[in-house]
């Protein structure tokens, strides 16, 4: 099973990038991005569902960031607009099964991408 990301780099505050994650080996009911800064814990930042692609985001980014995903692909997605400096980041995209009420927490994702480093400048 293997998570692949790609996407990140270098942008300006208030421009935008897109993030895609490609998983194979199986499909998962979860596919979500977290994200690091340094010095600070993995944060959750979206999740899509299936069936049905339900979204969810946390409250930061809700109204700037959008995620999809694309099963026939096995592949997620995060559109990232209006980028702020404390975007700034590694983001991850993860793959699971947990139950929604577990959706927001890392421990919960037993696979995860290699990371791909998002950094915006004021």
């Known amino acids: 099973v293997q998570l692949q990301a790609s996407g990140g780099g270098l942008v300006q505050a208030g421009g935008s990038l897109r993030l895609a994650c490609a998983a194979s080996?199986?499909?998962?009911?979860?596919l979500g991005w977290f994200r690091q800064a340094p010095g600070k814990e993995r944060e959750f930042v979206a999740v899509?569902?299936?069936?049905?692609?339900?979204?969810y985001l946390t409250e930061s980014v809700k109204g700037r960031f959008t995620i999809s995903r694309d099963n026939t692909k096995n592949a997620v997605y995060l559109q990232m607009s209006s980028l702020k400096p404390e975007d700034t980041a590694v983001y991850y995209c993860?793959?699971?099964?947990?139950?929604?009420?577990?959706?927001?927490?890392?421990?919960?994702?037993?696979?995860w991408g290699q990371g791909t480093l998002v950094t915006v400048s004021s």
């Open positions: 993860a793959g699971g099964d947990v139950i929604l009420s577990g959706i927001r927490e890392a421990d919960n994702y037993p696979y």
């Open positions: 080996g199986r499909t998962f009911v979860n």
């Open positions: 899509v569902r299936r069936p049905g692609s339900r979204t």
